[in-house]
């Protein structure tokens, strides 16, 4: 941490698409303050993520609740020791609002800043909880923008093992809610119905690729959903139960085998959970049967955590700086992810 005792603690920043939030965590990384403010209401009737108004209501939350987390946290500016911000992924216009907002109260205050990837806030996301895993793991990152599998060495080294090519986990959920008129976020809303359905009714296909590809493909189950809505009898009214109980089937299937995969393949022992789809019941339960099933210890954040968050942020913006240092304040947001 920086030289001046007297100020330890860590804040960080989260816009990287329609959450704004800030958190504060001590000198030993726990969180004293966790503060969020979602745009859900105002994208909603959209079906999703409006890009301009995104970045609008960032410029109208972040100070707002950067002096909430202050004041939950119960210090002032001058507690700050290192602040830290989401530089990506995300939308550019979302990530320059809590990404400049940060850099200039660093710069106001003399005090260290880091940007930190998006990605890897979520990898180490389960850091926050009491229950910690050891070096190496598998995290296993499912989100409205990625479904990727990781080989964590450290805090600060992670490799790439599998990503999505198409659509994301949480984005097919999200259109597969708009197709069948649920609403949005459609994760929440498709899980929610899926519970009074049977997984087992409609046989929706698994993309599972190349035998040892570890890589997801969810647009084929998307158009399979569409095309059995499109096949059904008009007068007859969709088994919405059945149909979202099948797709939420079909995609946890492929996330919990070929996390198991990854794990067997590099003789990892434990797998963590991470990004907001992580917080998906099926998806938990399906990964806790796997996992015992090979031996295997499995990590999973609370909801709040699985979630766009700043505590995540402000942790492994923290750990990047205690191995990297301060970023270079000229250095700007990115929209694609940069790790391994």
């Not at 966790?34 to 994208?43: A, K």
């Not at 995104?54 to 020791?81: C, F, K, M, W």
């Not at 979202?244 to 797998?271: D, M, P, W, Y």
């Not at 955590?305 to 240092?325: E, T, V």
């Amino acid at each position: 941490m920086p030289k001046n005792s007297s100020a330890h603690h860590i804040l960080g920043i989260e816009s990287s698409c329609d959450d704004t939030a800030v958190a504060v965590l001590d000198g030993q990384g726990q969180v004293v303050a966790n503060v969020c403010n979602s745009q859900h209401d105002i994208h909603a009737r959209f079906g999703g993520v409006v890009p301009e108004l995104a970045s609008r209501r960032h410029i109208e939350n972040i100070v707002p609740i950067y002096q909430a987390a202050l004041a939950e946290a119960g210090i002032t500016r001058d507690d700050i020791a290192l602040i830290a911000a989401t530089q990506g992924p995300g939308l550019i216009g979302s990530l320059l609002v809590g990404y400049n907002f940060a850099r200039a109260l660093a710069m106001a205050k003399e005090i260290p800043f880091v940007g930190t990837d998006h990605m890897a806030g979520h990898i180490l996301s389960i850091f926050l909880e009491e229950e910690k895993p050891d070096f190496p793991y598998i995290a296993l990152i499912v989100s409205g923008g990625t479904s990727s599998i990781f080989l964590v060495k450290n805090d600060a080294e992670f490799c790439h093992l599998g990503r999505t090519r198409d659509d994301a986990a949480g984005e097919a959920f999200d259109k597969v809610a708009k197709l069948l008129g649920l609403g949005y976020p459609g994760g929440p809303t498709v899980a929610k119905m899926a519970a009074s359905g049977d997984p087992k009714a409609i046989p929706f296909p698994r993309a599972w690729l190349a035998e040892d590809s570890l890589d997801f493909s969810f647009s084929g189950l998307k158009t399979a959903v569409l095309q059995y809505c499109r096949a059904w009898r008009e007068d007859e009214p969709l088994p919405l139960a059945d149909i979202c109980a099948s797709f939420q089937a079909a995609i946890v299937e492929v996330l919990a085998k070929k996390t198991i995969q990854a794990a067997r393949a590099h003789g990892v022992a434990n797998v963590a959970l991470g990004g907001g789809v992580a917080a998906n019941q099926a998806l938990r339960e399906k990964m806790l049967s796997l996992c015992e099933e090979n031996n295997l210890r499995l990590y999973r954040p609370r909801p709040g955590y699985c979630a766009d968050n700043a505590a995540m942020i402000a942790f492994s913006g923290w750990r990047k700086y205690l191995k990297h240092g301060a970023t270079p304040l000229g250095e700007d947001v990115y929209s694609r992810c940069q790790l391994g």
